[in-house]
């Protein structure tokens, strides 16, 4: 049986499994489904971004960066909760999996809830945001992020992208 043949009752044991060849196993499959047809998956995918495992880690972002154009409260939650994080590596994935997607297709809503978190103290988040590229017609845009960026001192000057 193919990853993509499993229930969704097997995928959620698969990810709960202690065995980190299952959780990949599970990632695989819900990424080889339609994840928006099983918006359970964004449930249990968020639940694994914190796994010890790295290969896990990065899939479980992936996984719920296939929400951003359906949920996407509920991504801005995962990168509040994971964005700020000390871990360098999880700062990358929040920002190249979702952060700078949810600026792509949300970019009105998300922008003033970036510059509220990180003028609260969520300095993390701005070296998470700082990490993002521009994507689609954002670009024309960018300037807003890097005059952000610029106003709370994690940028000096803007960006040239090229």
């Excluded at 971004?49 to 359906?70: K, M, Y």
Aim: with cysteine.
């Amino acid at each position: 049986m193919s990853e993509a043949d499993l229930s969704v009752v097997q995928t959620t044991a698969l990810a709960r499994s202690q065995s980190v060849d299952d959780r990949k196993r599970a990632l695989v499959a819900m990424r080889a489904t339609c994840s928006s047809e099983h918006p359970e998956y964004l449930e249990i995918a968020r639940g694994m971004i914190a796994d010890s495992d790295n290969g896990c880690r990065w899939q479980a972002t992936i996984v719920v960066g296939e929400f951003i154009e359906s949920h996407p409260a509920e991504v801005w939650e995962v990168v509040c909760e994971h964005g700020d994080s000390p871990d360098e590596d999880m700062r990358d994935a929040m920002a190249t999996c979702l952060l700078e997607h949810l600026l792509e297709y949300h970019f009105d809503w998300v922008l003033p809830k970036l510059r509220e978190r990180i003028t609260i103290g969520h300095r993390m988040l701005a070296d998470t945001l700082h990490r993002c590229w521009p994507m689609g017609d954002v670009e024309a845009r960018w300037g807003e992020v890097d005059q952000l960026l610029i106003e709370i001192g994690e940028l000096a000057k803007p960006r040239s992208w090229w």
